[in-house]
């Protein structure tokens, strides 16, 4: 069965700086790997997501991710945060076989003026 | 506009009075799940279903019931609520299953005194 975790349960950052949140997960075989945001009162929207391919993926809101098979990563960045990126992040992984998507616990990214 | 659709948004209930969360999506996707959101354990996976008449349990299925009777509704119902299901609940579709996007609805804040 798969996994994920997200060792950082709060980052503080300051408008305008560069952010990185990490992500690690556990599977045996190819994974589907997502990073999903929540801003406050709100379901989740997917930011981007890496299915094969390419192992630098781009999403929306300028946010990209690196896929790292040997350290079973799929950190997300963003070069210059914005006070609207404050909210709550989660990184999943998909199984195709058994269709189930297991998120990590999140992180929660506060942005200070 | 492509979209999740959850009733209610918020409900108040008592322990053990049966109630009914409605789940709807309108872009034929086969594969919906049900998932409860706790502080500090990220989104777990209730129930899911693969398709009409087919479904099966995630990894907190206890005390919950679901069914699957239109391709478009996914309804999850708790017969005799308890405060420990008191959460925060998503539904969500996807075309297929762990390989492809989940739309959210906009979540459910359930409490059972």
């Known amino acids: 069965a798969q996994s994920v975790t997200q060792p950082d349960i709060h980052i503080t950052v300051s408008e305008g700086a560069s952010l990185e949140l990490r992500c690690n997960y556990s599977y045996g075989a190819t994974p589907y790997l997502f990073w999903y945001v929540q801003s406050p009162g709100q379901g989740l929207q997917l930011l981007l997501k890496y299915f094969s391919g390419d192992t630098l993926v781009q999403g929306i809101k300028g946010f990209e991710a690196e896929f790292k098979r040997s350290q079973s990563s799929f950190n997300l960045r963003k070069p210059s945060v914005h006070w609207s990126d404050a909210a709550e992040y989660f990184c999943a992984v998909g199984a195709g076989n058994d269709y189930k998507l297991s998120f990590g616990a999140g992180t929660t990214v506060t942005v200070r003026a | 506009e492509a979209q999740v659709t959850q009733n209610p948004r918020y409900l108040i209930t008592v322990t053990g009075k049966k109630l009914t969360v409605t789940c709807s999506q309108n872009?034929?996707?086969?594969?919906m799940s049900w998932y409860r959101q706790d502080p500090g354990l990220g989104l777990r996976q209730i129930y899911y279903?693969?398709?009409?008449?087919?479904?099966d349990k995630g990894d907190v299925p206890e005390g919950y019931k679901v069914s699957r009777k239109e391709k478009r509704n996914f309804p999850l119902i708790l017969e005799s609520p308890s405060p420990n299901q008191t959460s925060l609940y998503f539904c969500?579709?996807?075309?297929?299953?762990?390989?492809?996007?989940?739309?959210f609805g906009q979540g459910t804040r359930l409490t059972v005194v």
């Open positions: 872009m034929n996707h086969e594969y």
């Open positions: 279903s693969m398709n009409v008449e087919v479904t």
């Open positions: 969500a579709s996807s075309r297929q299953g762990g390989n492809t996007e989940a739309f």
